[in-house]
C-alpha cells in the first residue's frame, strides 16, 4: 500500500514536472508583445532579472515566472550581456534571451558620398538614428579638435564610406574612423605615387584629389582631370575650375556661377589666384585620391563638359573654345 502511494507522488511530480515544462516551453516560444522594430538598450550592471520585470513593466511579458524557472534550469544561458539590441515584432524570449546572451549588439550603415563636405557630413551624422549625438553645439573647428590637431580645416579629411556603427557609438567616433581611414588611404597612396608630382607635401595631394573629385564622377576620366590641372600647374596656369568658385561662395551659392562670381577674389576662386586653393574643398574618394597621385600622361590644357557627365578634352585654346561653342553654347 505505501509503494502504491509512493509511486502515485512520483506519478504526480512527474506530470506537474513536465506541465510546468510545457508553460516555461510555450512562454519562451510566444513573440512577445510589440507591433513593431525596436531597439532595446540593456545597460551595463543589468542582469537578467532586470530584463524580465523590465519587459514585464513595459507590457511586453504576461507573466515572469516561467522566464524566473527557465534562469533556475538553464543559469548559463541566462547570462545576458549589456548592449543596444534589435528586437523584431515576431522574436520570441527564447531568441532574446540567446541573442543578449552573445552580446551581438545590432549593427546600423551610415555612408558618406565622395564629394560631399564636412559640413554636409555633421548634417547627415544630426539626422542618422541610434546614435549619440555629441556636436550639435560645436563649430567645424571645434569637432575637427576633437579628432587631429595637425590640421585646421576639416574639409577633406575624412574618407566617403559606409561605417558600421552601434548605438553605443557616437557622431565623434564615426568621424574619428573616418579620419584614420583617410589617413591610411592617403599614406598608401603617397607611398606609392608617381615621380615629378607638383606637391609640396601629401595634403596638397589631397586637395589636387578633391579639385579632380568635384570635376568628374565618371571616374575613367578622373586621371586626364589630373593631367590637365598638373600640367596647368607645372606652366604656372590657373587651374580655373569652377568648384572652387562654389566652394568659395559657401552659403552665398545661388545654383548659378555669374560673372561676378568668377571675378570675385576669394580664397578659393582658381579664376583669381595662383595654384592650388588652400584645403581641400570637398571628400574624394579612393579613385580621385589614386587620380591626383597618378595623372594620366597627356598634353591636355582644357576640358569642357559635354552636358551628358563626360567631357570632352582639348590640347589648344583654339580647340577649346570651339568645344565651349559646341557644348555650351550650343553653335
Given at each position: 500500500?505505501?509503494?502504491?502511494?509512493?509511486?502515485?507522488?512520483?506519478?504526480?511530480?512527474?506530470?506537474?514536472a513536465?506541465?510546468?515544462y510545457?508553460?516555461?516551453?510555450?512562454?519562451?516560444?510566444?513573440?512577445?508583445?510589440?507591433?513593431?522594430?525596436?531597439?532595446?538598450?540593456l545597460?551595463?550592471?543589468?542582469?537578467?532579472?532586470?530584463?524580465v520585470?523590465?519587459?514585464?513593466?513595459?507590457?511586453?511579458?504576461?507573466?515572469?515566472?516561467?522566464?524566473?524557472?527557465?534562469?533556475?534550469?538553464?543559469?548559463?544561458?541566462?547570462?545576458?550581456?549589456?548592449?543596444?539590441?534589435?528586437?523584431?515584432?515576431d522574436?520570441?524570449?527564447l531568441?532574446?534571451?540567446?541573442l543578449?546572451?552573445?552580446?551581438?549588439?545590432?549593427?546600423?550603415?551610415?555612408?558618406?558620398?565622395?564629394?560631399?563636405?564636412?559640413?554636409?557630413?555633421?548634417?547627415?551624422?544630426?539626422?542618422?538614428p541610434?546614435?549619440?549625438?555629441?556636436?550639435?553645439?560645436?563649430?567645424?573647428?571645434?569637432?575637427?579638435?576633437?579628432?587631429?590637431?595637425?590640421?585646421?580645416?576639416?574639409?577633406?579629411?575624412?574618407?566617403?564610406?559606409?561605417?558600421?556603427?552601434?548605438?553605443?557609438?557616437?557622431?565623434?567616433?564615426?568621424?574619428r574612423?573616418?579620419?584614420?581611414?583617410?589617413?591610411?588611404?592617403?599614406?598608401?597612396?603617397?607611398?606609392?605615387?608617381?615621380?615629378?608630382?607638383?606637391?609640396?607635401?601629401?595634403?596638397?595631394?589631397?586637395?589636387?584629389?578633391?579639385?579632380?573629385?568635384?570635376?568628374?564622377?565618371?571616374?575613367?576620366?578622373?586621371?586626364?582631370?589630373?593631367?590637365?590641372?598638373?600640367?596647368?600647374?607645372?606652366?604656372?596656369?590657373?587651374l580655373?575650375?569652377d568648384?572652387?568658385?562654389?566652394?568659395?561662395?559657401?552659403?552665398?551659392?545661388?545654383?548659378?556661377?555669374?560673372?561676378?562670381?568668377?571675378?570675385?577674389?576669394?580664397?578659393?576662386?582658381?579664376?583669381?589666384?595662383?595654384?592650388?586653393?588652400?584645403?581641400?574643398?570637398a571628400?574624394?574618394?579612393k579613385?580621385?585620391?589614386?587620380?591626383?597621385?597618378?595623372?594620366?600622361?597627356?598634353?591636355?590644357?582644357?576640358?569642357?563638359?559635354?552636358?551628358?557627365?563626360?567631357?570632352?578634352?582639348?590640347?589648344?585654346?583654339?580647340?577649346?573654345?570651339?568645344?565651349?561653342?559646341?557644348?555650351?553654347?550650343?553653335?
Amino acid at each position: 500500500m505505501l509503494q502504491r502511494i509512493l509511486l502515485i507522488f512520483i506519478v504526480l511530480g512527474l506530470l506537474a514536472a513536465g506541465g510546468m515544462y510545457a508553460y516555461v516551453d510555450a512562454q519562451l516560444q510566444k513573440p512577445i508583445n510589440i507591433s513593431q522594430q525596436t531597439l532595446y538598450q540593456l545597460n551595463k550592471g543589468k542582469s537578467y532579472h532586470h530584463l524580465v520585470k523590465d519587459f514585464n513593466d513595459k507590457g511586453w511579458l504576461t507573466s515572469t515566472l516561467a522566464f524566473r524557472v527557465y534562469a533556475k534550469l538553464y543559469p548559463a544561458k541566462t547570462n545576458v550581456k549589456s548592449g543596444s539590441y534589435l528586437l523584431e515584432a515576431d522574436m520570441n524570449m527564447l531568441d532574446i534571451i540567446a541573442l543578449m546572451n552573445s552580446g551581438k549588439e545590432a549593427q546600423f550603415k551610415l555612408t558618406f558620398v565622395e564629394g560631399t563636405t564636412f559640413k554636409q557630413w555633421l548634417l547627415q551624422l544630426s539626422e542618422t538614428p541610434y546614435i549619440k549625438q555629441t556636436l550639435q553645439d560645436k563649430s567645424q573647428q571645434q569637432v575637427l579638435s576633437l579628432i587631429t590637431e595637425q590640421y585646421t580645416h576639416p574639409e577633406g579629411l575624412f574618407f566617403p564610406d559606409t561605417y558600421q556603427y552601434t548605438a553605443s557609438m557616437s557622431d565623434i567616433d564615426i568621424l574619428r574612423n573616418a579620419h584614420q581611414r583617410m589617413m591610411q588611404e592617403l599614406d598608401a597612396s603617397w607611398q606609392g605615387r608617381a615621380k615629378k608630382l607638383p606637391y609640396k607635401n601629401v595634403y596638397e595631394a589631397l586637395i589636387m584629389a578633391s579639385l579632380i573629385e568635384k570635376e568628374t564622377g565618371k571616374l575613367s576620366e578622373q586621371p586626364l582631370i589630373a593631367s590637365v590641372f598638373i600640367s596647368r600647374l607645372n606652366k604656372g596656369m590657373r587651374l580655373q575650375t569652377d568648384p572652387t568658385i562654389i566652394y568659395g561662395l559657401g552659403d552665398r551659392y545661388t545654383g548659378d556661377i555669374t560673372y561676378a562670381n568668377i571675378r570675385e577674389k576669394t580664397a578659393y576662386n582658381t579664376y583669381r589666384i595662383n595654384g592650388l586653393p588652400p584645403t581641400p574643398i570637398a571628400m574624394p574618394g579612393k579613385s580621385a585620391i589614386e587620380a591626383s597621385m597618378h595623372p594620366a600622361q597627356s598634353q591636355y590644357l582644357y576640358f569642357v563638359s559635354k552636358g551628358n557627365g563626360e567631357h570632352y578634352f582639348s590640347k589648344t585654346l583654339q580647340e577649346h573654345n570651339k568645344a565651349v561653342d559646341k557644348y555650351i553654347r550650343g553653335k
